[in-house]
């Protein structure tokens, strides 16, 4: 498993100064450069990508595209394996964005990704 622990980079710091975890902020700043050199170049020159993402990733860069304010990211929940299109204008704005397949589905799926934790 990956650890951010044995990462040589972090040799210097002591085990309980490195989060086991990534807050949505640091993700955000993570994603966005990553769509913004690499992501956004590819779609310009008129390639269709497809991205593969998990959890903090797809909500740093959904909060990104839809201009999504702090407070208001929390109610964003993106269900687990459920393709999420998102339909560009030429300055890569959201014209539209939705899940492929059955909508309840999705939806039924984004409920359980909000109940997470709340047992």
């Known amino acids: 498993p990956r ?4 990462d040589r980079r972090y040799a210097g710091l002591q ?3 490195i989060p086991l975890t990534e807050c949505l902020k640091d993700t955000v700043a993570r994603v966005v450069p990553f769509w913004t050199e690499t ?3 590819q779609i310009q020159s ?3 990508i497809v991205l593969a993402a998990h959890g903090n ?4 860069l959904v ?4 201009n999504i304010a702090d407070d208001a990211i929390v109610g964003v929940n993106i269900p687990n394996g459920i393709p999420l299109v998102y339909e560009l204008d030429a300055q890569l704005k959201p014209i539209r964005s939705y899940y492929l ?3 309840e589905a999705a ?3 984004a409920a359980a990704v909000a109940a997470q934790g709340k047992a």
Do not use: F, M, T, W
């Open 3 to 6: 650890s951010e622990r044995s």
């Open 15 to 17: 085990p309980e100064q």
């Open 39 to 41: 992501l956004a170049p």
């Open 46 to 48: 008129g390639k269709r």
């Open 57 to 60: 990733s797809i909500r740093a």
């Open 63 to 66: 909060k990104y595209l839809d």
């Open 101 to 103: 397949g059955d909508a």
């Open 107 to 109: 939806a039924k799926a």
